[in-house]
C-alpha cells in the first residue's frame, strides 16, 4: 500500500537531488497535510518509517481545536510552530513578502537546525501553502534547484485531488513560490552553521539507490 493513497498529501522527499552531486536520503524529511484521526491516518502506517521523527504543526490553535486530536507514532516527537497567513492575504502577495520572512523565517531556521540531528515532518492543514512554503525553504537551504522545488511544491496539486475534504481548497501556483524563493535568495540570511548542518544529512549522489528513489 502506497502511503500517499492513504495520507493526504503525504510524501517523504528522498531522493531529491542537490546541484551539487548530493541528495536527500530516505526517510529524512517529509511534508504532509495533518495526520488526523479523522481522516482515519493511522500511526501505523507510519510506524518504522522515519523512527524518531520531529513532527512540526504549522497549524494555528484555532485550527488545531477544529480539526480534533493528531494520529501519530508514538516515538515521535509534536513541536507546534504556528504561522498565521490569513492577514497576508491568499495568495501571498510578493509585497507582502518582508512580513512573511518574519514570521517565516524563525520557523524555517528552527525546523533545518532539528533536521541536521532527527528526521523532520513539516505539517500545516493541508500541507499546501504554509508547509509548502517552508519546504521550499528548507530545499533551498539544501540546494536542490529551483525547477525542483517548484516541481515538488505543485506536487500538492495531484495529491490532494485523490482525497475529498468537508471543504474545498485552492490549488497552489508555482509562480507564487518561484518569486519566494527569488526573494528568499536574497534575504533568508541563514547562519552558516544551520545551513552546514542540514547539510550534512545529504549523501553523494553516486550512492543512491531505488529505496532512496523518490515516490
Given at each position: 500500500?502506497?502511503?500517499?493513497?492513504?495520507?493526504?498529501?503525504?510524501?517523504?522527499?528522498?531522493?531529491?537531488?542537490?546541484?551539487?552531486?548530493?541528495?536527500?536520503?530516505?526517510?529524512?524529511?517529509?511534508?504532509?497535510?495533518?495526520?488526523?484521526?479523522?481522516?482515519?491516518?493511522?500511526?501505523?502506517?507510519?510506524?518504522?518509517?522515519?523512527?524518531?521523527?520531529?513532527?512540526?504543526?504549522?497549524?494555528?490553535?484555532?485550527?488545531?481545536?477544529?480539526?480534533?486530536?493528531?494520529?501519530?507514532?508514538?516515538?515521535?516527537?509534536?513541536?507546534?510552530?504556528?504561522?498565521?497567513?490569513?492577514?497576508?492575504?491568499?495568495?501571498?502577495?510578493?509585497?507582502?513578502?518582508?512580513?512573511?520572512?518574519?514570521?517565516?523565517?524563525?520557523?524555517?531556521?528552527?525546523?533545518?537546525?532539528?533536521?541536521?540531528?532527527?528526521?523532520?515532518?513539516?505539517?500545516?492543514?493541508?500541507?499546501?501553502?504554509?508547509?509548502?512554503?517552508?519546504?521550499?525553504?528548507?530545499?533551498?537551504?539544501?540546494?536542490v534547484s529551483r525547477e525542483l522545488i517548484l516541481h515538488d511544491y505543485e506536487l500538492s496539486?495531484?495529491?490532494?485531488?485523490?482525497?475529498?475534504?468537508?471543504?474545498?481548497?485552492?490549488?497552489?501556483?508555482?509562480?507564487?513560490?518561484?518569486?519566494?524563493?527569488?526573494?528568499?535568495?536574497?534575504?533568508?540570511?541563514?547562519?552558516?552553521?544551520?545551513?552546514?548542518?542540514?547539510?550534512d544529512i545529504l549523501r553523494p549522489y553516486h550512492c543512491l539507490d531505488s529505496s532512496d528513489?523518490?515516490?
Amino acid at each position: 500500500m502506497q502511503i500517499s493513497n492513504v495520507i493526504p498529501n503525504f510524501r517523504d522527499l528522498a531522493g531529491l537531488p542537490t546541484v551539487s552531486a548530493t541528495f536527500v536520503p530516505q526517510g529524512r524529511l517529509a511534508r504532509t497535510a495533518a495526520l488526523l484521526q479523522a481522516r482515519a491516518v493511522r500511526s501505523a502506517l507510519l510506524r518504522g518509517r522515519m523512527p524518531g521523527a520531529i513532527y512540526f504543526d504549522l497549524r494555528t490553535d484555532a485550527e488545531i481545536e477544529y480539526h480534533g486530536p493528531l494520529d501519530l507514532p508514538g516515538d515521535w516527537t509534536y513541536r507546534h510552530c504556528p504561522i498565521f497567513d490569513a492577514d497576508l492575504g491568499h495568495p501571498v502577495e510578493q509585497d507582502r513578502f518582508d512580513e512573511m520572512l518574519r514570521r517565516y523565517r524563525p520557523v524555517v531556521l528552527e525546523i533545518a537546525e532539528a533536521a541536521a540531528t532527527s528526521p523532520v515532518v513539516v505539517s500545516c492543514s493541508l500541507g499546501k501553502d504554509r508547509t509548502g512554503f517552508v519546504v521550499a525553504a528548507l530545499l533551498h537551504m539544501l540546494d536542490v534547484s529551483r525547477e525542483l522545488i517548484l516541481h515538488d511544491y505543485e506536487l500538492s496539486n495531484e495529491c490532494l485531488a485523490r482525497f475529498r475534504f468537508d471543504r474545498p481548497y485552492s490549488l497552489v501556483e508555482a509562480d507564487r513560490c518561484a518569486a519566494w524563493l527569488d526573494f528568499l535568495s536574497d534575504n533568508l540570511d541563514a547562519p552558516s552553521a544551520t545551513v552546514a548542518g542540514l547539510r550534512d544529512i545529504l549523501r553523494p549522489y553516486h550512492c543512491l539507490d531505488s529505496s532512496d528513489a523518490p515516490g
